[in-house]
């Protein structure tokens, strides 16, 4: 899969596309394919390209020694000896043609069992990825005067496990009236986004509504 040099927009946005329905850029494992594109990059993907940013992000978190042994390890097809051929005395009934490659497969089926178990076993010692995501909120007020300063306290009133609150701004929207734009990182096996606008929406006395008005995955 080529991608060309990946210093134009074109080319890392045809990268992120490729990443969006798959883990790597060949095959259900890390390869060499992945430090090929990984050693193009200079900086991290932008947040607009999360797909590419979020597999940047894995591969980054293999150690020297774990990059090495991409394509020595389970992501090849493990090897195979070569039988040895059966001279040839004259007495075909005393020939086994088919125990040399049964003895060949058992052998290459252990060691690809072996080299599976030792990937699993490296893998569950590694930190498990926290998936995260970046959303800007816009907080819309029920009129011009309504005091902003008190709703986005409220706001910030709200603690969950797993939210952090970023930076806010005032939007104008016309006739006078501010929405609150506010922003935060959620980890998304913990904070559910409707809980958290219903949460918002529940300060009746200032928020009319809440919509999300950027989603990115971290």
């Known amino acids: ?50 797909h590419a940013l979020r597999w940047y992000n894995h591969i980054k978190s293999f150690s020297a020694d774990e990059l090495k042994s991409f394509g020595a390890s389970p992501l090849n097809t493990a090897p ?27 052998e290459a089926n252990k060691i690809r069992e072996e080299r599976l178990k030792a990937y699993a076993e490296k893998k569950a010692k590694k930190p498990e990825l926290i998936a ?25 009133t709200i603690e969950m496990d797993g939210l952090i609150w970023g ?17 935060c990182v959620v980890e998304d096996a913990k904070v559910s986004i409707d809980e958290l606008t219903e949460k918002i929406e529940e300060f009746e006395d200032f928020v009319q509504s809440v919509d999300i008005a950027a989603f990115n995955k971290i």
Do not use: C
């Not at 004259?90 to 003895?103: I, K, Q, R």
């Open 167 to 183: 930076a806010s701004k005032l939007v104008p929207v016309g006739y006078g009236i501010n929405k609150l734009q506010i922003m």
């Open 1 to 50: 899969m080529a991608f060309g040099n990946l210093k134009s927009d074109k080319e890392l946005a045809e990268l992120n596309k490729h990443l969006e329905d798959k883990s790597y850029i060949e095959g259900y494992f890390p390869s060499q394919a992945d430090i090929a594109i990984l050693n193009k990059l200079n900086k991290a993907p932008a947040a607009h390209l999360p």
């Open 80 to 106: 195979t000896t070569t039988a040895p051929v059966p001279k040839d005395d004259g007495d075909d009934d005393d020939v086994d043609l088919f125990a040399s490659d049964e003895e060949e497969d058992e």
């Open 132 to 156: 995260k995501s970046s959303i800007v909120l816009d907080v819309k007020p029920w009129d011009d005067e309504t005091d902003m300063k008190e709703l986005e306290k409220s706001v910030r």
